[in-house]
């Protein structure tokens, strides 16, 4: 039996909310933190969507749901992980927010072999626990999205993550979480980014071209590659703001032109159009 019990999310978005309802659907004590009262009534919102959801395909007994619901608390006080026995950090994918959220945690999780983990898509672990004065403990536990759904979590130690962690970490995903494990070293976009998002860049790339239509070129990987959606509705999936900033960490590394954000999406960003999350990307979405 996983010794973690006592679990903290950092940051309630799109990944935030899909880890701590997992972890609440597994019977874990979660205590999730935000950066103000609106961020967290829109993480609890979501994440009570989200098992209504469950509910309604069959997935979940009203009653789990309801007791999962009840074992996440919300919060804007970091201190309240002072307990905790492993942190997820889920904030947005920007170095100088997660090494400040990687501090804090240093100061304030009491337990000494509490593992932090982030679920960072790009940013290199080792600068995450270099902020720390336990950089043993640091790892990344990178998700899918959306977290109830997909099976996969991308387990990457850094150079300095201490093989205790590793397998502490690894058990607890697979046991408590049910998810399968893959390791990948510390790089950027580790195995299923560096993979993916040239692709997306790709069909970006299509698409201001006028190299072909955005139906199309979604329909051709459908039809053509059984890929249960496009690239282009993936993007929007994923959030043009946050594929932009995988991409940039993914050029900043390799510095190949593959990885390098289209100047499409580094517009759309700018404009506003963050996809799925607010509505608007490459396609339009009715906002709940
Ligand atoms: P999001 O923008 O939906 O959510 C980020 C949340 O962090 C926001 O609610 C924001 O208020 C909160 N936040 C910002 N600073 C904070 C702080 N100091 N303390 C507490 N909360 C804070 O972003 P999303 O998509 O959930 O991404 C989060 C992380 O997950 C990023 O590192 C991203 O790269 C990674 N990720 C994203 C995936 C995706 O498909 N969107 C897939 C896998 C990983």
Redesign the pocket.
């Known amino acids: 039996m996983s010794d973690i019990q006592r679990v903290g999310v ?7 909310s899909g880890i701590a309802e997992v972890c609440a659907r597994a019977g874990l004590d979660v205590v999730v ?3 103000d009262a609106s ?1 967290l009534a ?2 609890r919102e979501r994440i009570a969507r989200s098992l209504a959801q469950a509910v309604r395909r069959g997935k979940l007994a009203a009653k789990d749901a309801e007791a999962a619901q009840e074992r996440i608390r919300f919060t804007d006080d ?1 201190t309240r992980l002072a307990d905790r026995d492993m942190v997820i950090e ?4 920007d170095e100088a ?2 090494t ?2 990687f501090r804090t945690l240093d100061k304030v999780v009491e337990r000494e072999d509490a593992i932090l983990a ?6 290199p672990i080792m600068k995450l626990g270099a902020v720390t004065g336990r950089p043993e403990q640091v790892l990344g536990l ?4 959306p977290v109830p759904v997909l099976g996969l979590v991308e387990l990457v130690p850094s150079l300095l993550t201490g093989a205790a962690a590793v397998e502490r970490a690894e058990s607890f995903v697979r046991e408590v979480l049910g998810k399968h494990v893959i390791r990948s070293k510390d790089r950027a976009g580790f195995v299923v980014n560096a993979l993916l998002v040239p692709y997306l860049l790709s069909a970006v790339r299509m698409l201001e071209s006028g190299f072909a239509s955005l139906r199309d070129i979604d329909e051709g990987m459908v039809r053509g590659c059984a890929h249960p959606m496009g690239p282009l509705q993936l993007a929007d ?3 043009l ?2 594929l932009k ?2 991409a940039e960490s993914l050029y900043e590394e390799f510095k190949e032109p593959l990885y390098s954000p289209p100047p499409l999406l580094l517009r759309m960003v700018d404009a506003g159009l963050l996809g799925r ?1 607010n509505g608007r990307g490459f396609y339009t979405y009715a906002t709940s």
Do not use: P, R, Y
């Open positions: 950092v940051g309630c978005g799109l990944m935030g933190v935000e950066l961020a829109a993480g970091v889920a904030v947005v994918e927010v997660k400040e959220v982030s679920n960072t898509s790009s940013i990178h998700f899918f999205n999936l994923i959030g703001d946050t900033a995988i999350k």
